[in-house]
């Protein structure tokens, strides 16, 4: 084994593909996860949809990158994250996968490439990981969806769940809503039980009371992965555009806001734009 090498990981027998031979970097594992939880460490998550924002994310340690659905209204211009293909997904995925050294790659399946029977997911999740570049994939949905998780894991592939607000069934739902409230938090953990024992290795919960997401939290073995479910989580996840501010205007509850891309973009696009009518650039230096 060589000196770099991560502690408990060895030399892949058969060449990695690759021929950096830049020091090994340990790449975040779903029994990394678990041992996180278990220390009682926090887990980070955002989205990343293009290769700038991957490797950025990447290194400055966020754990796990989601290739959302959302990308479907931050990035492709839809209104929500419905229309958005498989085939629209993948390359984004793969910008994003290969972008990061350290970072898990969530692939996320996206409205109708999975309901329909495990067999249908088994085989959109595979080109995730196949064609992708995914390192695991991400489903929405509780008991329902519990055998598409089961035949997925059976069939190497990791699944990370995701239950409460569903934004996939916003229709179904009726609209934004928060979930598990009242006699409804028996549900959501019917729902957390159920995607556990079918082998997922961790679950987003999303738009959840804080108390019924804690409960969860100490309900189950696998990480909890929380979006407007409060602190009991063992990690939290946001959309990028709406944390780092590039997206503008109402924002939900549970966002914070810790940059101002939008500003940032607004004023550099302004002064080139003055730069460039007023004829100041390109100057001697930008000339050949
Ligand atoms: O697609 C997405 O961005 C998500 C997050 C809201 C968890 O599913």
Same mark, same amino acid.
């Given at each position: 084994m060589s000196e770099q090498q991560p502690a408990g990981e060895v030399t892949a027998p058969y060449g990695t593909? %690759?021929?950096? %031979? !830049? %020091? @090994? %970097?340990r790449k975040v594992r779903t029994h990394h996860l678990r041992e996180m939880k278990e220390r009682g460490e926090r887990i980070t998550m955002l989205t990343a949809y293009d290769m700038y924002t991957a490797a950025t994310f990447d290194e400055a340690g966020i754990d796990l990158l989601l290739v959302g659905d959302s990308a479907s209204n931050n990035v492709?211009?839809?209104?929500?994250?419905? @229309?958005?293909t498989v085939d629209e997904l993948l390359p984004l995925t793969r910008a994003v996968a290969r972008s990061v050294r350290r970072a898990m790659v969530v692939g996320d399946l996206p409205f109708g490439s999975y309901q329909a029977s495990p067999e249908q997911g088994y085989l959109t999740a595979a080109r995730f990981m196949k064609?992708?570049?995914? *390192?695991?994939? /991400?489903?929405?949905?509780g008991v329902e969806m519990a055998p598409v998780i089961e035949r997925c894991t059976r069939g190497g592939i990791p699944v990370m769940a995701h239950i409460g607000f569903t934004p996939q069934s916003e229709h179904t739902l009726g609209g934004y809503r928060v979930q598990g409230r009242g006699e409804a938090s028996q549900r959501l953990l019917a729902d957390a039980l159920a995607v556990q024992e079918a082998g997922a290795f961790a679950v987003v919960m999303e738009m959840v009371p804080e108390v019924v997401a804690t409960e969860v939290t100490a309900m189950l073995t696998i990480p909890t992965i929380g979006i407007g479910a409060g602190p009991g989580c063992d990690g939290q996840v946001l959309?990028?555009?709406? !944390? &780092?501010?590039? $997206?503008?205007? $109402?924002? !939900? /509850? &549970?966002? /914070?806001q810790y940059a101002d891309? *939008?500003?940032?973009l607004l004023d550099a696009a302004r002064s080139y734009a003055e730069d460039v009518k007023g004829g100041t650039f390109p100057g001697p230096e930008h000339s050949f």
């Open positions: 593909g %690759t021929a950096s %031979t !830049a %020091t @090994p %970097t492709l211009g839809n209104e929500t994250s419905l @229309p958005i064609e992708g570049g995914a *390192h695991c994939v /991400k489903l929405e949905g959309v990028w555009q709406d !944390a &780092f501010g590039l $997206r503008t205007g $109402r924002m !939900a /509850k &549970f966002v /914070k891309v *939008h500003g940032v």
